[in-house]
């Protein structure tokens, strides 16, 4: 990244500073390939030509040679293709590959939709979920909405409003939409710069390696799917009524009461998102709790600090229908009866592929059973010229791993470096409120793999909370494996979590072991001190009878929370 | 226990003289590392004795109270007010968010003054248990090392106790210091400016270290006029300097007036407050005046000359590497050693203190890699080296690598101020040699790096982290293209 002094704070434009906060792996502005040959040392040449023992696509720059295509079958006619990749969704995923093949010197298109805060078959947008339907938008609206409970926080700290504070929705969302219109032009920008070529349109694929995007057809030798994925709302009578998240992040006015489908991290999100903006929130999840996948403590614990803020679980309880009543306001009926007078019903049950409408099953690409798209380690699909990462592949939705995985792609096309995408130890984060940050195995998946565990938590409530007088608290888990001493998950929830949960995942992904952690000394006074600081175990998980009869002195309760 | 004693002594040496101590330990000063090491002893089976001042905020020669300075005049009141402080900010940042809020946002300085005291009072309280739970003896008095093994304390009432002791820990802190300029008895301390009656409203702050600038800060956050005085160019000396001139450009953002390169040369009280002249003749009228100028271990009145226990010359007690004074029974952790002042250094040295001595397993604590926090608004955490102190110890080139971004809440708050955020590489070994952050988060942000930096991460290792989005932490992780590149001075690069 090119240096952005601080002697010459001037200097750097605002745009500019937002680009290296949004893309902090290698900017385009210098634009040679010197730039990456630090990190990606030895840097091969770029017409390397030569077999390698895992059969890499070849790149071929189409300006120099007369090219093959790769094919399983051998020889095929010599063909010349308008360009080396051609990728279709310019998302996270989408944008990063086609920016990194560019980089490495490879002729690069990328098609998207038009712009729109609400996806369809026909409306997207570049910068594709993350920055216009996910993360950059729905943190902004955490943002907003935490501050209700800041307004409550300052009050012990002596802060007074003479007039409760009041949310005018309309300006939320006007500076919100003003912000993604400038990140999509910037991501147009970053695309332009790195001279990627833009089509705006709907890209299906022909053959193995033609691309019609709006009836104009484009060849290249690699074709790269990265269309996401999209909400998905059950087939209940009266569905129409119900919103998903791209609509409830760009609602034109709040909603006053409002029912939420979902136990998982975009329900929980959005709930604390309408909680703090003073709506009435009910959550309707399937289970007895929320969150499926996390922690089991984990699990307890947000749900009962969100209930502390207000928000109404409902548990065990599915929809079965919506009903629009004679005033507009609508009624849930559920397994367990009719709950009326909501302003909005949001679904958050889940999202489906984007492979509909694409030409793959035309073209031979396999899609599993959820829709998804099936490929290799290598993000290669069934058709050899054909690839796929990000959501529409199913796999870690989350954008920083659509960024590893278009990374690893650019490598693996256009820098002869076949790379495979590393899932281990991925830290991920629930911008609940509070928040929940972890990385690594869950307790229940690390008994299931090493067997023989120690657990260490801690359960407290934060300095701020003691003056502020509200119940907020903050659990802390570390999982540790008996006989290696690594530490094998990390868990958080509270404030900050998500900030604090990256650092440690830097420890984990390297295989430190709690005698690590506790060498190293605390911040204080900080949350994050807790985790170097946890010097007994709160249980000992063994599977063998004998030492599960001789659980450690130290431990504070027994197993079996 | 006596009768255990003697047992216990008899089989490990023959003189009989062991037998009659008193304590096993006694520890002068229940602060961080007092607290810890005789806790941690008592746990290993040793007989404890403890002895702190009085109770009250504001410490003295006879003044002190259980939990020390970081419970009641540091870390965390000053949290606390920094805490109460960052509102003022971040209320102005709701409004883009679409809050409407009062032109002037109402602050009552008296109430959280007063939480803020029944907080310490309560965490003090809590500190007392635990000594009591580990079955610690507490003596409320002031202590003071009669011989070798051999301590008394004056009580409140002005009664000496006298006792023996097997090992003595002394573990007094240190306190707040005043220049010696003219009318330095108008100005105040880190101590009474956490307990001042009323806000100020219009501060003078004089020193350029942590303290000075986390006052700064809490004063400005809360509305007052703040005039910043330091010695260097700029505010905290001994940090990385890229990111010294990150603090200084937020804190004068904020609205403190920087006055680098200056120092106060007389304080004169007037009708309308404190008269503050400064070595460039400039003249200032202030209701407050802090001194941040240092602190000095509180060693005068512990009689070590007297037994032999010998100081540096700043007042600090010499210990070798495992906390042992010049008198072999004799030891001394925290402040009052002056290695690195902070709560979690002196707990560890308190730990390994304990460790060596009751626990048959010889501890040295370890200096490397100790993060640290300055809680300015926003505040600054680094861990390992500084760029400066890197291309000194390096032997071969020292990569940089930088990241500024406008942290994503300002995009609606339109708050103008940077994130920076910085890390230092060996080129050669590819290990992450320092890190550092300025920016809203960076202490919680910065401890789990310190880990990773203990224990000789790579940054490789760092890259293959997969980030945590959207986040500001996940900027460390992501930092692919190198900043610059120093060659280091003096050492060959190549065998040409």
Redesign the interface.
Known sequence: MATTSFTAPKLSSPTFQTLCRNFPLSLPIPKTLSSFSFHLSPFLSRFHLHHHHYHPPRFHPRRLFAVRAESENGAEPIRHYDFDLFTIGAGSGGVRASRFAANFGASVAVCELPFSTISSETTGGVGGTCVLRGCVPKKLMVYASKYSHEFDESNGFGWKYDTEPKHDWSTLMANKNAELQRLTGIYKNILNKAGVTLIEGRGKIVDPHTVDVDGKLYTASNILISVGGRPFIPDIPGREYAIDSDAALDLPSKPEKVAIVGGGYIALEFAGIFNGLTSEVHVFIRQKRVLRGFDEEIRDFVGEQMALRGIQFHTEESPQAIVKSADGSLSLKTNKGTIEGFSHIMFATGRRPNTKNLGLESVGVKINKNGAIEVDEYSRTTVPSIWAVGDVTDRINLTPVALMEGAALAKTLFQNEPTKPDYRAVPSAVFSQPPIGQVGLTEEQAIKEYGDIDVYTANFRPLKATLSGLPDRVFMKLIVCAKTNKVIGLHMCGEDSAEIAQGFAVAVKAGLTKADFDATVGIHPTSAEEFVTMRSPTRKIRQSSESQGNMGHEAKTAAGV | MARKMLVDEEMNQTNQEEAHYDFDLFVIGAGSGGVRAARFSANYGAKVGICELPFHPISSEVIGGVGGT?VIRG??PK??LV??AA?GS??ED?R???????EK????????LH??TD?II?LNGIYKRLLSNAGVKLFEGEGKIVGPNEVEVTQLDGTKLSYSAKHILIATGSRAHRPPIPGQELGITSDEALSLEDLPKHAVVLGGGYIAVEFASIWRGLGANVDLFFRKELPLRGFDD?MR??VA?NLERRGINLHPQTNLTELIKTDNGIKVTTDHGEELIADVVLFATGRLPNSKRLNLEAVGVELDNTGAVKVDEYSRTSIPSVWAVGDVTNRMN????A??EGTCFAKTVFGKEPSKP?YS?????VFSIPPL?VVGLSEEQAIEQANGDV?V?????????N???GRQE?T?MKLVVDAETDKVLGASMCGP?A??????????L??G?TKA????????????????????????RITCRGKPKTNL
């Not at chain 2, 883009?96 to 009062?102: M, R």
């Not at chain 2, 902070?342 to 250094?345: A, D, G, K, N, S």
């Open positions: 970081c870390c965390v949290k606390i805490y109460g509102f971040e209320l709701a883009n968010y679409g809050w409407e809020l009062n946002l109402a602050f009552n300085w008296k109430k959280l939480k803020k907080e309560r890229e001139a990150v450009r902070l709560t979690p250094v707990l560890m370890d890699h100790v993060p640290c926090a955490s990569l690598f930088t990241s500024t971004f406008n942290p994503m809440k995009t609606v708050s940077k920076v988060d202490p919680e942000i910065m401890q789990g790096i310190a880990v990773a203990k224990c991460a290792q760092f890259d293959s982290t997969v980030g945590i989005h959207p986040s500001a932490a996940e900027e460390f992780v992501t930092m692919r293209s190198v900043s610059r």
